[in-house]
């Protein structure tokens, strides 16, 4: 939602499935198509608008859409609390219960048909409950800019280090560029991705789009996926041809659990201890000593000489 501070017009308004960076692309790119650029925004701070982490590394210092702003030359402004920014407050209270309650006179039950309606509530909630500002000039800049740059500008763009395959990472998945003229000398460094709010993915160097291939890293269905009833017939049989297409794990013994490594046999003749004479010798001397310590007598003596 964008609201004038000065006139209390309701500029841009959509419905979107959750607050992210790119839906605020896309309102952000409605909103300068028809009113053109403004001199800041007074937002609150919210992780899409600024960077929580004093000590973050990467970014520059500002976010995916932060950046967008920037490169536009306008301004983001942050208040410091929810009374700051009293006039959006108070719109949203009031779009919680006149807007409502349009949707339901209207039967309007989607997004898709509240994203069509809200232009004409716009029109009719301005009309109405709009102020004449104190100055009568308009300072929103006209944007000159293709509508190619415009979505350029209007993206996810970040850095990637390309490993010596000429592949790198990007969101689980596994980016490896065609191999070219111009590709061949990329290992090593780094390349720029665009990924757009249609799912596009651009990769760049030096501005010029690179071919590439995708291989998705994330092969199996997690224990924690959550899964649309509609597609869950689906989930299911793939769950089960991958279960099918996995080996049996190998049961271990405990010697093996603990790492047990039995010994080898010394070189040689193994002594049979059954038939050797030398074995037998002894073992009847030990019988013989023992029944002579039971009977009391002197021992024997020693065999061979021992």
């Given at each position: 939602m964008f609201v004038d501070d000065a006139t209390g017009k309701l500029m841009e308004l959509r419905f979107v499935r959750s607050e992210s960076a790119f839906t605020y692309?896309?309102?952000?790119?409605?909103?300068?198509?028809?009113?053109?650029?403004?001199?800041?925004?007074?937002?609150?701070?919210?992780?899409?608008?600024?960077v929580a982490k004093k000590d973050a590394r990467g970014g520059q210092g500002m976010t995916q859409f932060g950046r967008a702003p920037s490169e536009l030359s306008i301004e983001i402004l942050c208040a410091n609390?929810?009374?700051?920014?009293?006039?959006?407050?108070?719109?949203?209270?009031?779009?919680?219960?006149?807007?409502?309650?349009?949707?339901?006179?209207?039967?309007?039950?989607?997004?898709?048909a509240g994203n069509a309606f809200l232009p004409t509530f716009m029109e009719h909630y301005n009309a109405r409950f709009a102020i004449v500002p104190a100055r009568p000039d308009d300072l929103h800049r006209s944007i000159n800019l293709a509508p190619d740059r415009l979505n350029e500008i209007l993206c996810k763009r970040e850095q990637?280090?390309?490993?010596?395959?000429?592949?790198?990472?990007?969101?689980?998945q596994r980016i490896m560029l065609v191999e070219t003229e111009v590709t061949r000398g990329l290992a090593g460094r780094y390349v720029e991705t665009y990924?757009?709010?249609?799912?596009r993915l651009d990769v760049r160097w030096k501005g010029?789009?690179?071919?590439?291939?995708?291989?998705?890293?994330?092969?199996?269905?997690?224990?924690?996926?959550?899964?649309?009833?509609?597609?869950?017939?689906?989930?299911?049989?793939?769950?089960?041809?991958?279960?099918?297409?996995?080996?049996?794990?190998?049961?271990?013994?405990?010697?093996?659990?603990?790492?047990?490594?039995?010994r080898g046999r010394k070189p040689g003749k193994r002594t049979d201890f059954?038939?050797?004479?030398?074995?037998?010798?002894?073992?009847?001397?030990?019988?013989?000593?023992?029944?002579?310590?039971?009977?009391?007598?002197?021992?024997?003596?020693?065999?061979?000489?021992?």
């Open positions: 692309f896309e309102a952000l790119a409605l909103y300068l198509r028809q009113h053109g650029a403004p001199v800041a925004f007074y937002s609150d701070k919210h992780s899409v608008f600024r609390s929810s009374q700051a920014k009293g006039r959006v407050e108070r719109m949203n209270r009031t779009l919680q219960d006149r807007l409502v309650k349009e949707l339901r006179l209207g039967g309007i039950d989607d997004m898709a990637r280090y390309v490993a010596s395959q000429l592949t790198f990472s990007f969101e689980r990924a757009y709010a249609d799912g010029h789009s690179l071919p590439y291939r995708v291989f998705d890293k994330d092969q199996r269905v997690s224990h924690a996926a959550i899964i649309d009833n509609k597609r869950l017939g689906d989930v299911l049989a793939y769950i089960k041809e991958r279960q099918e297409q996995q080996t049996k794990p190998a049961v271990k013994t405990n010697s093996e659990k603990i790492g047990y490594k039995p059954m038939t050797d004479p030398a074995i037998i010798a002894r073992r009847r001397q030990a019988l013989s000593q023992q029944s002579a310590v039971e009977q009391g007598q002197s021992y024997p003596a020693r065999l061979n000489g021992e």
